[in-house]
């Protein structure tokens, strides 16, 4: 019998050691900015053409490489920054293990120009596949370029295995923004198909993230800081108000590197208990600087889990300080609203006469007459909440009919309930008014003329992406009665809205309708036009806890089961539930 094991060749190696370290494009893009601000730094520049698929090229004005360094650069494990196994507990840069090139270089093709401020040329070296196909000297500029081009050439399995440029790009800039938000000392520009999406400077973090999501995030934040023996802790945490339904902008670093951490985020979530509705998340951007020898940053290949010593510690000093930061922001807020008006203690002009004070009473006070006794309201006879009483589910073949002229109880400020010839019904108010809008958005009942002119137009601001997706959602949300106009590459203009909207509202509103568009949940639907209808209901819809007077709660039954699927909401959630007869003789 023959021997059965191999050994592997490089090149075939390299591609196995290639898919673990770079599996999209985007992964590529954050080792190459990685190795970048390694080499010193101080602007990098991110070119990207059809997604990833056909060139990625990162250029700094780091260090440089010598003629041997650049060839050494692409052997496997060929790094500068690990000479012993101890140093893998004192890390300090964000790249060490030297598999970024070589793994980079075994499945794309790849053009690295680099030179040393003192030398008289760069090194150009030509690789593809593994393989050296040129290294010559070149006149370039002090720094690095490297251009990764057609990834996966020679896997084609895994190039298929991509998904489309807007979702790889997507990726791409989630990468960008990991890694700028925190390294907000360098400045970085990101081009895409010859257009600059971003062009950030350096400067502050409050000044990055602004950069990066736009000015009004400015007043979306607050600092936070807080110095302890085990952890230095600086960054921004989310104002209450602008919790969203889904996670969006929450950024953990650790010795700036970003880091994903579920212990570590339930600590800032949990800090905000009792602060935000259930199932809505924060948005934060915090670092934190720990002993590198108190970490272990090298479980994973994209070095993005860690495992913390004080893991305990961390959890409770994080906790406390997002606490600190919310507490001081609120008292703060109290006191300059609470700051009494300056008193004038001007003198009375000459002749003034003061005016007589006068009492008032209640001329019709009886103090002998007994109050009556407060009338209990069925609220108030509950004696446990309506979701713990068993009910049983409508049967959806059978057709739903209102006994008329009955009166409607506001339960909890969440529930109608009213008779049903089977039975009491309990509406749900949010589901049922998003259900009435969005069949009427569908109708075209909201678009034409049904819109407010704003006296003051409104500027909204987006990141890159979302001011792209935005431009392309803005002729469909005019004819839900928007007025939008583009003022910049990441700025548009409100100049009007649907009836009865907030317009303060505006900003939160977009952002959770890209939010939702880009989410899971809008895939469920068949078109662009029923997912932005679908979003728009849901957010125009009256909430939790709004009081209805009993015309309102009329109205809305009516228009609910005029509805021909007035049972669900248009993400399939039951709208009504009803109690039958039977069950309440149990």
Do not use: W
């Amino acid at each position: 019998m023959s021997d059965l094991i191999n050994i592997l060749p490089d090149s075939v190696a390299n591609q196995i050691a290639a898919g673990e370290v770079v599996d999209r494009p985007a992964s590529a893009v954050k080792e190459l900015l990685e190795n970048a601000m390694d080499a010193g730094a101080t602007q990098i520049d991110l070119v990207v053409k059809d997604a990833g698929r056909t060139l990625l090229q990162v250029v700094d004005n780091g260090c440089g490489m010598s003629d041997t360094d650049a060839r050494l650069c692409f052997e496997r494990h060929a790094t500068s920054k690990i000479h012993r196994a101890d140093d893998l507990f004192a890390i300090h840069t964000m790249g060490f293990r030297g598999e970024a090139l070589a793994s980079i270089a075994a499945i794309a093709q790849v053009e690295l120009r680099t030179k040393l401020s003192d030398a008289e040329l760069g090194t150009e070296v030509r690789i593809e596949g593994s393989k050296v196909v040129s290294q010559q000297p070149t006149a370039c500029t002090n720094g690095t370029s490297i251009a990764v081009k057609n990834l996966f050439f020679n896997v084609p399995a895994r190039r298929n295995f991509l998904k489309k440029d807007s979702v790889e790009l997507s990726h791409i800039e989630e990468v960008f923004r990991r890694i700028t938000l925190i390294h907000y000392d360098i400045g970085f520009t990101f081009t895409s198909n010859g257009k600059l999406l971003y062009d950030l400077k350096a400067g502050s973090m409050l000044q990055r993230i602004a950069q990066t999501y736009g000015e009004s995030y400015r007043q979306r934040l607050f600092n936070m800081e807080e110095q302890t023996d085990i952890v230095r802790i600086k960054g921004f945490v989310g104002k209450p108000e602008y919790a969203r339904r889904t996670r969006g902008e929450q950024y953990l670093f650790v010795n700036g590197r970003f880091i994903k951490h579920p212990a570590l985020s339930a600590a800032v979530e949990k800090a905000y208990a009792d602060m935000i509705p259930e199932h809505t998340f924060p948005p934060y951007f915090i670092g934190l600087q720990v002993d590198p020898s108190r970490i272990d940053i090298n479980i994973h290949p994209t070095k993005t889990e860690v495992k913390f010593i004080d893991d305990h510690a961390l959890f409770a000093i994080l906790r406390s300080a997002v606490k600190k930061a919310i507490g001081q922001f609120t008292l703060a807020t109290e006191l300059e609203f609470n700051t009494p008006a300056e008193l004038n203690f001007a003198p009375a002009p000459k002749g003034y006469i003061p005016e007589e004070p006068k009492i008032k009473y209640n001329p019709e006070y009886n103090p002998f007459e007994r109050p009556r006794p407060k009338q209990r309201t069925l609220t108030e006879m509950f004696e446990q909440p309506l979701e713990r009483i068993p009910v049983a589910p409508p049967p959806m073949d059978e057709p739903v009919k209102r006994v008329s002229g009955n009166e409607c109880l506001q339960f909890q400020e969440r529930y109608i309930v009213t008779t049903l010839s089977s039975g009491i019904a309990v509406i749900d108010q949010h589901r049922a008014h998003e259900r009435i809008l969005y069949d009427r958005l569908m109708n075209g009942e909201a678009s034409g003329p049904h819109s407010q002119t704003l006296l003051f137009p409104i500027n909204c601001q987006f990141s890159a992406a979302d001011a792209e997706l935005f431009s392309e959602l803005s002729s469909d949300l005019k004819e839900f009665g928007f007025g939008i106009e583009a003022v910049g590459q990441r700025s548009f203009v409100v100049t009007a809205t649907p009836p009865d909207m907030n317009e303060n509202e505006l900003q939160p509103f977009f952002d959770q309708l890209l939010t939702d568009y880009k989410g899971a949940t809008m895939q469920k639907f068949n078109n662009r036009s029923q997912s932005l209808c679908a979003s728009l209901a849901r957010q125009l819809a009256i909430r939790y806890g709004q009081v209805l007077t009993q015309e309102e709660m009329q109205q809305m039954i009516a228009d609910l089961f005029a509805s021909p699927m007035a049972d669900t909401d248009p993400s399939g959630h039951r709208i009504i539930t009803i109690i039958h007869p039977e069950t309440l003789l149990k």
